[in-house]
Structures are given as structure tokens and as C-alpha cells.
């Protein structure tokens, strides 16, 4: 994963969210060294939570903006290039990088990370580190708190952003039952989408996710709740029409065998 192409890709603005989350889907993808981006819209559909004609629609989106350009493969599938200037500033490996009067190379930044000596000068010395902050870092590996959170930790984290504690749980042990464990980034996505479910729906974030669950659902929309809705709306009217409709037929035959005057 190139974090360079993630940063450039949550930096875009396609207008639209779901293009939105494709580009930093793809972007999650890339191969820094290589170019390499070559993800089939399945895995992007599973990154992601969104369906298959959604991520093409997405993508076909982001080919018309001139963020992505789409490579059409055969078995291997397709092959994306991200149109971004995130490695403009990148050096090739097989090339050295020009040295300015002190010894130190330069980039189109004009600075770089790495030193070099210069043809005159002696060898250079690199600065001790402070003795609080090297301290702080001993300290910070000795008790385990630079160690990176697990997949279950980072997926309940982004859960609780919207959920609460409860919910986020009852979430993950649903995905869990219906075979499909959430990921980081999709936990994320979700999250947003219970966040909206007050202004769209009416419902709270953890009241959404109680829908969710008991629809069986995978993930959730609030819109979803909205076309929930208007069809029990429509199939009340229709036993309501259905009714009247027999009332009247009843009434019509009972007065033609005579029974009302």
C-alpha cells in the first residue's frame, strides 16, 4: 500500500461518496514502488460494503474526471493507473541524488533524509538523539503502547465513532453470524452511514443498527429505511382498497338476491 496515493486520494473531491471511497479503496491498492494497482472489483466491492454495479458506476465516474485510468484486462483483470502527483518527488532507486555545497543531497524540495559526505569535507555527523525523547521511546516499546491495534480493536474503534459500546458488539457478531467479518475500512464507511440515519431516516445511530440486524441486512443505508416505509404504506392502502372492494361486492349481490329493500 502506498500511503502517499491514500493521502492524495482522501484529498479529492469526485462529488460523489461512493467514487469518493472507490479512489481511496484503489489508492489502498497501490504499489508504490512497482505502480502496480490491480485489484478486481470484487475485492473492491468487499473493501468497500458497496455492490458490484455500484463500484463499476463509481469507476467508470472517476475514468471521466481523469483521477483513474482504466487498463481493460482479459482473465487477470482490469488494471488501474491513479492519475495523481503524490510521487512527483520521488527519487529512482537506480539514480544518486545531486549534491548541493554542505554534502547533503536535494530533491525539488531542495532537502532529503539521507546525507552524503562532501568531496572535501570530513565525514559527517549525524546529531545524538535527545535524551528525554530517546528515553520516551524506550519506555513506549517497553510497555507495548507502539504496538498496532488488532483487526477486531480497529473495526469496534470505528464502530464506536457512531454506536455505542453494546451496539458496536451486537454489529460485528452479526457480520460475524452472516459470514461477512467487517474490515477497518469498511467498519468506517458504515459508521458514517448510521451517522446519517437521524437527519435521513429519523432513527438513531444505534436504533439503525438495530434495523440493520433484524432485517438481516449486511450493511445499511437510510435511505433503505425510507423505502421500507413507503412499501408498507402501499401495501396498506392496497388491503384497504381490497376491503372496500368486497364490502361493495357483497353489498351489490345481496341486493340483487332481494335481501335489502
Same mark, same amino acid.
Given at each position: 500500500m502506498s500511503h502517499a496515493a491514500v493521502e492524495w486520494g482522501r484529498r479529492q473531491h469526485p462529488g460523489d461518496p461512493v467514487a469518493k471511497n472507490v479512489l481511496v479503496a484503489l489508492c489502498e491498492h497501490h504499489n508504490g514502488k512497482t505502480g502496480q494497482c490491480n485489484p478486481r472489483v470484487v475485492t473492491i466491492c468487499h473493501d468497500t460494503d458497496y455492490s458490484d454495479r455500484a463500484v463499476r458506476k463509481a469507476l467508470r465516474t472517476l475514468e471521466e474526471l481523469g483521477l483513474v485510468r482504466i487498463e481493460p484486462g482479459h482473465k487477470a483483470g482490469n488494471s488501474y493507473q491513479i492519475c495523481g502527483d503524490f510521487n512527483r518527488h520521488a527519487v529512482p532507486d537506480n539514480s544518486e541524488p545531486e549534491r548541493n555545497l554542505t554534502g547533503?543531497?536535494?530533491?525539488?524540495?531542495?532537502?532529503?533524509?539521507?546525507?552524503?559526505?562532501?568531496?572535501?569535507?570530513?565525514?559527517?555527523?549525524?546529531?545524538?538523539?535527545?535524551?528525554?525523547?530517546?528515553?520516551?521511546?524506550?519506555?513506549?516499546?517497553?510497555?507495548?503502547?507502539?504496538?498496532?491495534?488488532?483487526?477486531?480493536?480497529?473495526?469496534?474503534?470505528?464502530?464506536?465513532?457512531?454506536?455505542?459500546? !453494546?451496539? /458496536?458488539? *451486537?454489529? #460485528? %457478531? =452479526?457480520?460475524?453470524?452472516?459470514?461477512?467479518?467487517?474490515?477497518?475500512?469498511? @467498519? +468506517?464507511?458504515?459508521?458514517?452511514?448510521?451517522?446519517?440515519?437521524?437527519?435521513?431516516?429519523?432513527?438513531?445511530?444505534? !436504533?439503525? /443498527?438495530? *434495523?440493520? #440486524? %433484524? =432485517?438481516?441486512?449486511?450493511?445499511?443505508?437510510?435511505?433503505?429505511?425510507?423505502? @421500507? +416505509?413507503?412499501?408498507?404504506k402501499a401495501r396498506q392502502g392496497q388491503r384497504s382498497r381490497n376491503i372496500g372492494e368486497s364490502f361493495a361486492a357483497d353489498y351489490r349481490e345481496a341486493k340483487r338476491k332481494g335481501m335489502l329493500s
Open positions: 547533503t543531497s536535494t530533491d525539488l524540495c531542495g532537502t532529503s533524509c539521507r546525507s552524503y559526505a562532501a568531496p572535501r569535507a570530513g565525514p559527517t555527523i549525524e546529531p545524538e538523539l535527545e535524551p528525554e525523547r530517546t528515553v520516551v521511546r524506550e519506555r513506549a516499546r517497553a510497555n507495548g503502547s507502539a504496538k498496532k491495534l488488532s483487526t477486531h480493536e480497529a473495526v469496534k474503534t470505528a464502530l464506536l465513532a457512531a454506536l455505542s459500546k !453494546e451496539r /458496536a458488539e *451486537a454489529v #460485528i %457478531e =452479526h457480520r460475524i453470524a452472516i459470514q461477512k467479518k467487517l474490515t477497518p475500512y469498511a @467498519a +468506517r464507511l458504515l459508521a458514517a452511514q448510521f451517522s446519517l440515519a437521524p437527519i435521513v431516516c429519523g432513527l438513531s445511530p444505534d !436504533e439503525a /443498527a438495530d *434495523a440493520m #440486524i %433484524e =432485517h438481516g441486512w449486511r450493511g445499511f443505508n437510510p435511505d433503505w429505511i425510507n423505502n @421500507a +416505509r413507503d412499501r408498507d
